[in-house]
């Protein structure tokens, strides 16, 4: 019967250097990358998460994967996501490409039931949000948004004063699912 919990102590030794090795590599590629890749995530970020954890994985489980091959990989994912948040930087049509628009959940009194079923949110995590905010009723609240990383932001009505009026803290905020 094939012994399953190891070869011999070499290979145990090889994963454990690799390990280390890649470990020290990726640290020291996401400090040179920035705080950019360590943000809230959005789909794009998220999918570059997981595959690097992918690389990482099978570095550390398969001899066929070289830590050159790996860090090489790395160095490709991460060079692309600056790339594209270099583009998305100078352009508003290529950012609307690879990142959501923010979505109005809550406004001027009302829930915005139909976004809410798109982007899959409930009431119950909407004022979730609200008292998490610090907010004890849904008056104190002008309006809450779905941010483009999975976020809930909530702002305050201010006290005593009508809705607030659109302005660019909503500029790019779909108010209707069909926008």
């Not at 990482?56 to 994967?65: C, E, G, H, I």
């Not at 950012?95 to 923010?102: A, G, N, R």
């Not at 809410?116 to 949000?129: D, F, G, I, S």
């Amino acid at each position: 019967m094939e012994n399953i919990f190891y070869n011999d102590w070499s290979t145990i030794g090889v994963t454990a250097a690799k390990g280390v090795l890649i470990y020290i590599a990726l640290i020291a590629m996401l400090r040179i990358s920035g705080k950019r890749s360590l943000s809230k995530f959005n789909i794009f970020d998220f999918v570059i998460t997981i595959a690097i954890g992918s690389i990482f994985a099978s570095t550390l489980t398969s001899n066929d994967v070289k830590l050159a091959q790996a860090v090489t990989a790395i160095v490709v994912l991460l060079g692309g996501q600056y790339l594209i948040s270099k583009l998305a930087l100078r352009s508003e049509s290529f950012e609307k490409l690879v990142k959501s628009d923010p979505a109005l959940l809550f406004y001027s009194g009302e829930f915005n039931e139909e976004t809410m079923k798109n982007e899959r949110v409930t009431r119950r995590e909407v004022l979730q949000a609200v008292r998490g905010s610090g907010s004890s009723s849904m008056d104190d609240v002008a309006a809450v948004i779905l941010e483009t990383d999975g976020t809930i932001s909530v702002i305050g009505a201010a006290e005593g004063a009508a809705a607030p009026k659109r302005n660019d803290l909503f500029d790019s905020v779909k108010r209707n699912p069909e926008a």
